[in-house]
């Protein structure tokens, strides 16, 4: 039974990735590409986590460029 819900959760995975593919497959590289699987493969943790707190750290940072993970 365990193998079945790995098996389901991977295939969820792909779901969500197929569908990010096929929307956005023009204007996006292997990076971007990766951060928007991510986001929306984990999009219940997402969900719960206070976007405002990040934009406020984002915004007080001399460099532009962070890593969210």
Do not use: H, P, W
């Amino acid at each position: 039974l365990t193998i079945v819900v790995s098996i389901a959760s991977c295939e969820r995975s792909f779901s969500k990735l197929k569908l990010v593919l096929s929307y956005l497959r023009a204007s996006m590289g292997q990076d971007r590409l990766s951060d928007l699987a991510l986001l929306t493969v984990e999009r219940e943790t997402l969900e719960m986590t206070d976007l405002n707190n990040i934009i406020d750290q984002f915004a007080t940072m001399k460099s532009r460029k962070i890593n969210l993970l």
